[in-house]
């Protein structure tokens, strides 16, 4: 079985960055505050196990970002991360500068108390946990194509 690496920025290879949030707005208030702040177009997707998910692909950068709460109905996702309530992460290239801009930005929202950047090594699971949201865009993106197909006549 192949095993998934997570490589740096520095490396060349698709790589993940994390950020968590602590904020108590809803979920869909943080997504429209995030998309006025920094100009992207999170749209809400089936939730994420019972998490709620949002999602915006931003294809000038070869940014994909992944809006997922931490806390459920019944539990929260990252046992590691419980004060978090949000997080974010950006799938593809992500330099220090853009980092920086994230926060600095996300910081600026008003009710959001904090955002800072997660390492992955501190998630226990951390490559379950990215397989499983793969495996979740996939079908999410399976179901957009089957939606606005053309028909045929």
């Keep these: ?5 997570l490589q740096s ?3 060349g290879s698709l790589h993940y960055t994390l950020f968590g949030i602590s904020c108590h707005l809803k979920d869909f208030r943080l997504s429209y505050l995030l998309n006025k702040q920094l100009g992207m177009d999170f749209s809400k997707k089936d939730d994420f196990r019972e998490f709620s998910f949002y999602l915006y692909a931003d294809e000038d950068h070869f940014n994909t970002y992944f809006l997922l709460s931490n806390r459920g109905p019944e539990k929260v996702m990252i046992p590691e991360l419980k004060q978090t309530d949000y997080l974010m992460l950006v799938e593809g290239p992500c330099k220090k500068k853009q980092k920086e801009w994230l926060l600095e930005n996300i ?3 008003p ?3 904090t955002a800072f950047e997660i390492r992955f090594e501190t998630i226990k699971n951390h490559p379950s946990l990215l397989d499983d949201l793969e495996l979740h865009f996939i079908e999410i993106n399976k ?11």
């Design 107 to 109: 910081r600026a929202i």
């Design 1 to 5: 079985m192949a095993k998934k690496v």
């Design 143 to 153: 179901e957009l194509k089957i939606k606005y197909s053309p028909v045929k006549k």
């Design 9 to 11: 920025a520095e490396s």
């Design 111 to 113: 009710n959001v108390l």
